[in-house]
């Protein structure tokens, strides 16, 4: 059984920095594509950062490049999104997303799998 375990939310004053982590299980890293979701209130789900092996580096959206940092450790089924700079705007529900295939997909119908949620509060 795939699982999707996120962790690492919480309340953050604008400026500062979290690093969330999603430990997966039930799956072969190598196999799969890998992304970080967000969604506000009121908001539809918007993708964060997505990575597959078969990409050198991994897709960021345009309002989160150059301030949020996706990395993976496929011995330890983790991939985590380091937060920097976080402005209001980055609350939401931040979800963890795989599905199986070497592909860069946007779009939340692709994925298959996903984690339960963890809570981001940048406070102004």
């Known amino acids: 059984e795939v699982r999707l375990v996120e962790s690492g939310g919480g309340l953050v004053q604008a400026g500062g920095s979290l690093r969330l982590s999603c430990a997966a299980s039930g799956f072969t890293f190598d196999d799969y594509t890998i992304a970080w979701f967000r969604q506000a209130p009121g908001k539809e789900l918007e993708a964060v950062a997505c990575?597959?092996?078969?990409?050198?580096?991994?897709y960021y959206a345009d309002s989160v490049r150059g301030r949020f940092t996706l990395s993976s450790d496929n011995t330890k089924n983790t991939v985590w999104l380091q937060m920097n700079s976080l402005k209001p705007e980055d609350t939401a529900v931040y979800y963890c997303a795989a599905e199986k295939g070497n592909y860069i997909s946007i779009f939340p119908s692709w994925y298959d799998h996903w984690g339960q949620g963890t809570q981001v509060t940048v406070s102004s």
């Open positions: 990575h597959t092996n078969s990409m050198g580096s991994p």
